[in-house]
């Protein structure tokens, strides 16, 4: 188990659990962030700190900060 910032582009992850403070989980799980999805970066900012991620057909920028306490199983 890694944490979904240490995908690089091109891996698959499936989320196993999310250790965000209560605000930033609820925005995860409303964009479909839920234990058991498959999400897989794809993109990188320029200035490295936000990662685009392809998501349930959706692609979402979430801040690197924030994919760290993103905790998934590689696949």
């Known amino acids: 188990m890694k944490s979904l910032n240490d995908l690089k ?3 698959a992850g ?6 965000a ?3 930033i989980r609820r925005r ?3 964009i479909g962030l839920v234990k058991g999805s498959i999400v897989k970066p794809v ?10 991620y392809q998501i ?3 692609v979402v920028a979430i801040r ?3 994919t760290k306490k ?3 199983e590689e696949i």
């Open 43 to 52: 993109l990188i900012s320029p200035g490295g700190d936000m990662v685009a």
């Open 70 to 72: 993103i905790m998934v």
């Open 28 to 30: 995860l799980l409303d």
């Open 56 to 58: 349930k057909g959706a």
């Open 64 to 66: 690197k900060n924030d």
């Open 14 to 19: 499936k989320v196993i659990k999310t250790e």
């Open 9 to 11: 582009l091109g891996e």
């Open 21 to 23: 403070s209560q605000n």
